[in-house]
């Protein structure tokens, strides 16, 4: 191996992004050792080490969207705030549609690195692409993951745009995400004491981004991360997962391992949740570990956001939440500082609220 100072990352990382053959590529390759710029520096190596010991006994609520309504108010808003991660049982959809989902991302991630390198080109902020790590050039180190991302709204790619061998599956799950996103959202507005519509008034489900995400078998998986730890910078998260584990949820001074419920699914809080809620609800640091398993981790992440910013283009805690006894902890900002703080970095736990915390 070359020395530190013979060592140019930044054109082993070029090489391997214009190969266009992906994390899964490498590992399909049968490499035995991963490239020096996936390892991770020793800090969060050793996070991961003292994370292997922890308790399994405590795990995320799951909660029955069938229900009573105030029940089921009471259970998100405490999730919501203690957590910031939940699992939602008897939501609505099939178990044979995640099934298919979650197999038509697959078999999209199972083709030859020359089909899927069709989509290794464009913008990270529209239409469709495979792209192996958003911030490959931005973060410290890579992670050992790719990604399909379809931006299905406000401005949709022609369906053609989508891959054949998953389009069908992809239209479909942004059509029952969006609608479970509006259901969780109607109950995370009552839990603020809001009316059931307000989020949706406030256009929470309508900037919308479907990513399928592949982990596939890392030989070193002690050395880098599937996906480092982060906190999303959006309104909410619905997240659809197969069962090889990998995901983990900082609580406390702890990372959990999060155990998939058969035909649960995930949702958790993003930063601009936390900061419209004025702190109320929390966005939580979680991480997907490498993964050790011949089988890949398939994940079908849909990120939900706002379009109808403010008319001074700024946002803040919501002003209904607002009083003298529970004044504002966060400034308001703008849309440009939003995005800046977006697409300037890697990804990172809560800078965007440190930076607004009053």
């Given at each position: 191996m070359?020395s ?18 992906g ?26 080490k003292?994370s292997?010991?922890s ?17 089921v108010v009471?259970?998100i808003?405490v ?30 991630h ?26 490959l ?23 053609e745009r989508?891959?054949?061998i ?5 239209v479909?799950?942004?059509?029952h ?10 109950l995370?507005s009552?839990g ?45 998260t ?9 995901l983990q ?12 419920v ?15 809620s ?9 991480r ?7 089988e ?14 403010k ?7 919501l002003?209904?939440?607002l009083?003298p006894?529970k004044?504002?902890i ?10 800046d703080n ?17």
């Open positions: 070359a530190a100072a013979d060592y140019d990352r930044m054109k082993k990382v070029k090489e391997f992004d214009e190969s266009k053959m994390v899964k590529g490498l590992s399909d390759s049968g490499i035995t050792s991963i490239p020096r710029f996936f390892i991770h520096p020793p800090q969060t190596l050793s996070q991961i003292s292997s010991s308790s399994s006994s405590i795990q995320i609520p799951v909660i029955d969207l069938s229900d009573h309504r105030s029940k009471d259970q808003r999730a919501c705030k203690t957590w910031g991660f939940f699992q939602v049982i008897n939501h609505g959809v099939a178990m044979s549609v995640l099934e298919q989902t979650i197999n038509a991302i697959k078999a999209f199972d083709q030859p690195p020359q089909e899927k390198a069709k989509l290794y080109v464009g913008d990270e902020k529209r239409g469709v692409r495979f792209a192996v790590n958003n911030d050039y931005r973060s410290e180190a890579a992670t050992w993951h790719d990604h399909l991302q379809v931006w299905m709204a406000p401005d949709p790619p022609e369906v989508i891959p054949e998953c389009r069908r599956e992809v479909a799950w942004d059509l995400g969006k609608n479970i996103a509006e259901s969780v959202m109607e995370l009552e603020l004491g809001l009316e059931p519509g307000k989020f949706k008034e406030l256009t929470f489900s309508e900037h919308r981004l479907l990513t399928g995400i592949c982990y596939p078998h890392c030989p070193q998986p002690d050395l880098t991360m599937g996906i480092a730890s982060h906190t999303d910078p959006v309104v909410l619905v997240l659809l997962q197969n069962h090889v584990p990998g949820v900082k609580h406390g001074d702890e990372w959990v391992d999060v155990k998939p058969p035909g649960g699914l995930i949702i958790n809080a993003g930063d601009f949740l936390q900061i419209v004025n702190g109320e609800y929390q966005s939580i640091q979680h997907v570990l490498a993964n050790p398993y011949k890949p981790r398939i994940s079908i992440v849909m990120f939900f956001n706002l379009i109808k910013w008319e001074s283009d700024s946002y803040g805690p002003p209904e939440l009083s006894e004044p504002a966060y400034r308001n900002f703008t849309k440009q500082e939003y995005l977006i697409y300037t970095k890697g990804l990172n736990s809560k800078s965007f609220i440190q930076k607004i915390t009053i």
